[in-house]
């Protein structure tokens, strides 16, 4: 089992940044790949990010590429999501999440664990 908490979220104004972190707890935290998706309203949830258990292996939706970096701090057991130069666009509930895959990392059907989310909104 794998905890994990999400904070960071916020208002900000469009061109503006926020860095998301993701708090886990309880199996080794690198023995999971870790993932960020999101959920706009009206709109079904959407990979965003992912690394793979070493750090060493990123992978991004083409929608964040370039302005997202995911990281992760296997000693501290967190997770990082930095944004930069944000768009009204980007304003959805921003949720990590945890696989014992090691693969196609971009599916969420494969991860099992999940955080509640943290609301990011980004004003014109």
Known sequence: QVQLVESGGGLVQAGGSLRLSCATSGRSFSTYAMGWFRQAPGKEREFVAAV???GLSTYYADSVKGRFTISRDNAKNMGY???????????????????ASAYTLTLQRLYNYWGQGTQVTVSS
């Open 52 to 54: 793979s258990r070493s």
């Open 81 to 99: 999501l930095q944004m930069n130069s944000l768009k009204p666009e980007d304003t959805a509930v921003y949720y990590c999440a945890a696989t």
